[in-house]
């Protein structure tokens, strides 16, 4: 999974709660990514943050917050106000401007229940 | 708006076979691509990708191909083996650092 750990690996929550996926990167990679991963369709971006104290909305940002604090780490908040939180989160990252790439290494993925 | 699409969403191949997996996009403008493949429960990993300026790139049983004129992009796996049944994805890079995915192919490899 390229240096890249997500954690949990399952997450279950009851409606109305807060929940926090963790994602930790030791690639020294400036910019990370959050993407929902919904049964038979591709991965859609909910946030992304290019350097650290700086992030931007996806497509689907409603409902999740973040934070970048650390060059590291990338934790994704999922809140109450996601209406339809059951899916497959992605973190991945890469490392802008190394002379030919920009390709996102992708952790192993947390999914997300709602009971 | 621009998207990244895939003509057969499941493809069934005999063990040894060689695989055809096609992807179409639509904005010309993309200048670098990535092929992930993605078993059940796990991350995408990186298979191979390939730049604009290029229309062929190969690796360990895998070639990627562009046809920028037709705007299609295909990845070859050659010997098809069990440990390749996974859901295979595109993805264009066409501005800055933002990938945009196609919704997978699911390769089912038989014995």
């Known amino acids: 999974d390229g240096g890249i750990t997500q954690s949990p690996k399952y997450l279950f929550r009851k409606e109305g709660q807060n929940v926090t996926l963790s994602c930790e990167q030791n690639?020294?990679?400036?910019?990370m990514y959050w993407y929902r991963q919904d049964p038979g369709q591709g991965l859609r971006l909910i946030y992304y943050s290019q350097i650290v104290n700086d992030f931007q909305k996806g497509d689907i940002a409603e409902g999740y917050s973040v934070s970048r604090e650390k060059k590291e780490s990338f934790p994704l908040t999922v809140t109450s106000a996601q209406k339809n939180p059951t899916a497959f989160y992605l973190c991945a990252s890469t490392n802008p401007g190394t002379g030919g790439t920009d390709t996102q290494y992708f952790g192993p993925g947390t999914r997300l229940t709602v009971l | 708006g621009e998207s990244v699409g895939l003509h057969l969403p499941t493809l069934s191949v005999q063990e040894g076979d060689n695989s055809i997996i096609n992807c179409a996009y639509s904005?010309?403008?993309?200048?670098?691509f990535i092929w992930y493949k993605q078993e059940s429960g796990k991350g995408p990993q990186f298979i191979i990708d390939i730049r604009s300026n290029m229309d062929k790139r190969q690796g360990q049983r895998v070639t990627v191909l562009l046809n920028k004129t037709v705007k299609h992009l295909s990845l070859q796996i050659a010997a098809t083996q069990p440990g390749d049944s996974a859901v295979y994805f595109c993805a264009e890079n066409n501005a800055g650092n933002m990938l945009t995915f196609g919704g997978g192919t699911r390769l089912m490899v038989k014995p």
């Open positions: 904005n010309s403008a993309s200048d670098y």
């Open positions: 690639l020294n990679h400036d910019a």
